[in-house]
């Protein structure tokens, strides 16, 4: 019985070409984005799912409570985890990460790495990493040992065996081969190359040979990544709970002496890429974001139902040519429910047709998405379980109503052929036609607002000029020689400026400080810049009071700082003018004044406001150069700063950004929404437009005979085509009513995470409407004026 329903479904697919095209390429269509956001979505929830503890392991981030503000970072002291596994049995082990950039050395070949971590030795125990060489426990006990991945181990050693072999850190120091592990997997929420033993930093602390690390009890140096592996069975919020009540009591205190203290607070290592956006991520990692998941799930199945939506409303318009033949089935015996498997099998053969057509789809279209958003796609066995849902899915709601409907009509009436509508039917199909629509101006308003906030961030004034502006990685033992390397930079004629300094985009160091006027226990966390007296000319960076650092005044590099406006602001110091020579204490390190206030510039993503910042002297943190280039011949002076890099540079690999692309790369989920959304709008109003230009040809063919008597008593062509496209033409106009208000709610709510965002203007939804008016217009008026164009005496003739 299956096999003959089939059959008669294929002969009805195939007897009506241009309603099967139609809702196999729509189908298809729609199929083919809800599977390449299903892949896409499978690869974003994947990540750190690898771990075989990864229901255990949490990372330890840090709430620091100030006297006028919170700040939740996601690095913690170390001390911090040290303590907790002490003092809580539930926790089974700590791992604390290190972030460290260093020169690494064999046989005469140097590499400058800039992603090594410092890690405790319980690393390769609790994270499922795959050990080739080497003993999980023991690999990372001792000092001067270093796990390095397959890639490390072969761009340092080449085809010669890894392990056991000596490399040089930083030319002075021997580190030895202790594991070799498999590269880490794409879906991990950080990358490296190569782990080194945390007792080595601790050693070298000791020795004041780490010029990034120090003060390793101090509760408020949140410098490291600590994760913790709970014991089975573990409520991980009420040992958070006990963890802070631990915490309050070590830190009274201190509380009291500085007036600020902090939480912690337990994240579930499976949420950092998609849920965490916290300050100080790890440098070069870009975390996903959840809320643009559930967006380009939302369109993908969107873009479905706009399919489905015209399944519908094609298969109940063309129910009428179909009458006939339902007529004859029930008076040769058929009941009705044998009538709806025939007709839902139908819509499920058309389901698995279109199936096969978007999967070739997606072939061609999975190189492009993954250039475009930055992953790579694999498929997997969920597409084959996709893929019966969806033909299961789309055969019963796209072939139930219009199966459930041609199933109802009496025989009698049906052979008579004056089966029609009523209105309920008319009205629901109308109703769909206004959905697609709707969906289609929603989408067309998004994804412009989008392309104007992402067009807003890269054109908006910051504060500083960040193009032409390129930075060069120094390593620590390249440090000695960086004024020297600076200064033969600067000799290069396409060189405009040239600054030795700590910042970056990507982040920016926090410390505490003690501003004037604040008692002694209300010291707030700053961010904050080393540089030297060129910063401010290299970036273009305006001064609204004082003066610049000078190597005229000595004392500059010991006691000078210079404050953005917004540090003003939060320290109480009225305004600019009256900031200049005000007091700061910072950290222990420096105390001095303020010789300049600086115009408020923006050091961090235009998602948040601007925070305070003090810029100050302090060459030991400066791990950066940043060149201010002029654009003619660029190819060759970066060339030149090449050959002049590597003449003196020689601990340091050469490698350079454009603070541009590090500013752009900010917003690389933005980027890639826009791509996806773009696609799928175009995709949308497609579907659409095959599903109107379909309704509108069955439903001109009903009125052939009509437009021939119009045409024989006069009417012109054009007022037969407004006749026959004003109908249709409405149902956009209430889709534009519908779709408007939610497009604008749904945006508004989504430029609320911007600090700086654009206006919505009333333009973006009129363009919106008006768009959509012309291509519904274009669809209908191609079958309009065909009919209107047409010899009245054909369609007349059988009369």
Known sequence: MLKNYFKIAWRNIWNNKLFSVINIVGLAIGIACCTVIFLYVNNELSYDHYHTKANRLFRLTTIVHQPKKNDHFAPSSPITAAKLKQQFPEIENIVRLNESKRNISYKGKHFYENDMLYADSALLDMFSYEVIEGNPKKALSSPYSIVLTESAAKKYFGNEPAFGKMLQFSDTINLMVTGIIKDMPQNSHFHCESFL????????NKNNEDWNLNNENNWFNCNSYSYILLKENVDYLKLQSKMNAFIEKEMAELKKQYGMDLNVELQKITDIHLKSHLDAEMKDEVNGDITYVYIFIGAALLTLLIACCNFINLSTTRSLNRSKEIGLRKVIGARRPQLIAQFLG??????????????????????????????SLTFNAGIFWLYLIIIIGIGILAGLYPAVLMSSFSPIQSLKGKVSHGISDIIFRKGLVIFQFSIAIILIVGTTLILQQLNFIQSRNIGLKKEQVLTLELAASDAPKADLLLKELLKNPKVVNGSLNSFSFKGTSNITALPEGAAQNEMTASYVICADENFLKTYQIALTAGRDFSKSFATDATEAFLVNEAAV????????????????????????KVIGVVKDFNFASLHENIKPLIIHVYPGWCNKISLRLKTDNLPATMIEIENSWKSIATQSAYKYHFMEDEFNNQYRSEQNMKTVLSAFTFLSILVACLGLFGLASFTIKQKVKEIGIRKVLGSSVSGIVQLLSKDFLKLVIISFIIGAPVAWYGMNKWLQDYAYRIEIKFWVFALAGLLAFLIAFLTVSIQAFKAALSNPVKSLRTE
């Open 569 to 592: 602001k939060s320290f109480n110091w009225k305004n600019p003018k009256n900031a200049l020579g005000k007091k700061i204490e910072w950290g222990g390190l420096k105390n001095g």
């Open 346 to 375: 139908e819509s499920m053969l058309f389901s698995l047709i279109a199936c096969v057509l978007s999967f070739l789809m997606v072939l061609v279209m999975k190189p492009a998405f993954n250039s475009f958003v930055g992953t």
């Open 197 to 204: 033993s945390r007792s080595t930093m601790n050693d070298m």
